[in-house]
């Protein structure tokens, strides 16, 4: 999964707490993304950030929050979750945005929430 | 915005015949087409993309072909493998902007 962790890669919360997600990158790639998985959605962009501290909104970021302190390190914040955020949330990485980049997808995180 | 629809959701082959999905976009300045596998409790994958100057690309057993004119874009997997079952997904992007990805197709590989 191209140098990318992501942790927890299972959990189970409760509706009103709050959730972070990490990923983890040892690519030293510039552009980073949070995205979710839903069945009959594919996959949908939350947020991405394209260097530290310099983040932006994707399609569906409403409920989210996302900080990078560190170029190896993307976190993805639920701030009091609800039971439609249930997903699997994937993080990728790229060098760059140009159109003739890849996105490199970490191994995923299952989040239900209760 | 882009909007990028996947044709069939599921898809049975036996072992050894081809398999094809389809996908179609809304926007016409798209210009970059990958796909990407995904198997069973993983991320996606890349397996081939395709960019808006070229008409078909090919990798062993795997193709893609582009009509930019109809705006549509296809996976073709020849000789299917048991290990070729996984969920494909399709994605369109316009320079600059964030990727666009299908719905998915779950292929099923038959021995």
């Known amino acids: 999964d191209a140098g990318i962790t992501q942790s927890p890669r299972h959990k189970v919360t409760e509706t009103g707490t709050p959730v972070t997600l990490r990923c983890h990158q040892t690519e030293n790639h510039r552009y980073m993304y949070w995205y979710r998985q839903d069945p009959g959605h594919g996959l949908r962009l939350i947020h991405y950030s394209y260097g530290v501290k310099d983040t932006d909104k994707g399609e569906v970021s409403d409920g989210y929050s996302v900080s990078r302190s560190k170029t190896e390190d993307f976190l993805l914040t639920l701030e009091s979750a609800t039971s439609s955020q249930t997903s699997v949330y994937f993080c990728a990485i790229s060098e760059s945005t140009s159109y003739t980049d890849t996105q490199y997808f970490g191994p995923g995180t299952r989040l239900t929430v209760l | ?111």
């Not at chain 2, 100057?53 to 582009?66: H, M, S, W, Y």
């Not at chain 2, 296809?74 to 493998?81: C, N």
């Open chain 2, 1 to 111: 915005g882009e909007n990028v629809e996947q044709h069939p959701s599921t898809l049975s082959v036996q072992e050894g015949d081809s398999a094809v999905i389809k996908c179609t976009y809304s926007d016409s300045a798209s210009n970059y087409f990958p796909w990407y596998k995904q198997e069973l409790g993983k991320g996606p994958q890349l397996i081939i993309d395709i960019r808006s100057n070229v008409g078909e690309k090919k990798d062993q057993r795997i193709a893609v072909t582009l009509n930019k004119t109809a705006k549509h874009f296809s996976l073709h997997i020849t000789e299917t493998q048991p290990e070729d079952s996984a969920v494909y997904f399709c994605a369109a992007i316009n320079y600059g902007q964030n990727f666009v990805f299908g719905p998915g197709t779950r292929l099923s590989v038959l021995p």
